[in-house]
């Protein structure tokens, strides 16, 4: 779309925070650059000030903005088909998994398209569980491969932990969240940490409750902390305890 004489950074920035909903972001503290164009390695804001894009967005312009041989592809599929469901066949897609394969490491024999990276990796780790019968997935710390839901368990820093309900449970403890049916807002951050806690270990008797009073979140920014009602229950082999922040 065009810009008007009204774009500026300051009403960009509010009509996104308005009415985007953004990920891994506390949503009262966001203050988001606005940029309304780029080339090459930079990118502008509706004032004109040009910034270098040193992380290349998501790592996924690697060959810059707005390449125009990228720019000139697109228009020409979007005028010729923008879109087919996976069940049919087409040649551009059939073309573009020939030159995957062509550079693929040998053995490789097909392309399995996807929506995304995190989408990929979830497809990736459900094949690997059905070739090895294996379960297990093994990450290095800090890592990220994404926000669905083994792609989140799988991830090796903190924002896993709020997520292990998803898919791929740690082995000693995963999380339920009891905050939607109970029709509160549900925590935006699972609180661990420093907390003052107590809990029945026991392998012979049914698993006993303890309140558990969060006094810091788990490592995170500050801003994320619990700002919330909502409760958690933690299940582990032999002990129950229940969360509220």
């Excluded at 996976?86 to 490491?105: F, G, K, Q, S, V």
Aim: hydrophobic share 35%; with cysteine.
């Amino acid at each position: 779309m065009e810009l008007t004489p009204d774009d500026t950074n300051a009403s960009i920035s509010e009509r996104d925070r308005t009415n985007v909903f953004h990920s891994w972001s506390a949503q009262r503290s966001l203050a988001p650059l606005a940029i309304v164009g780029g080339s090459g390695t930079e990118v502008w804001d509706a004032d004109g000030r040009h910034y270098l894009d040193f992380s290349s967005q998501l790592v996924n312009v690697n060959i810059g903005h707005q390449h125009p041989r990228v720019v000139e592809a697109i228009q020409k599929q979007a005028a010729q088909l923008t879109t087919i469901a996976p069940a049919h066949a087409n040649a551009t897609r059939a073309r573009a998994a020939e030159l995957i394969l062509d550079r693929a490491p040998a053995g490789f024999a097909k392309v399995f398209f996807t929506n995304g990276g995190a989408d990929a990796n979830e497809n990736a780790i459900r094949m690997a569980r059905l070739f090895t019968g294996r379960d297990k997935v093994i990450s290095t710390y800090r890592s990220y491969h994404g926000n669905t839901g083994a792609a989140i368990a799988a991830t090796g820093d903190w924002r896993r932990v709020p997520n292990e309900f998803a898919r791929g449970m740690s082995t000693s403890s995963g999380l339920t969240s009891t905050a939607a049916s109970s029709g509160r807002p549900p925590l935006s951050r699972r609180a661990s940490g420093r907390c003052a806690t107590s809990s029945a270990r026991s392998k012979r008797r049914a698993p006993s409750r303890s309140r558990r009073s969060c006094s810091r979140p788990f490592p995170a920014p500050p801003e994320s902390s619990c700002h919330h009602p909502g409760t958690f229950r933690v299940f582990g082999r032999s002990q129950t305890a229940t969360a509220s922040c």
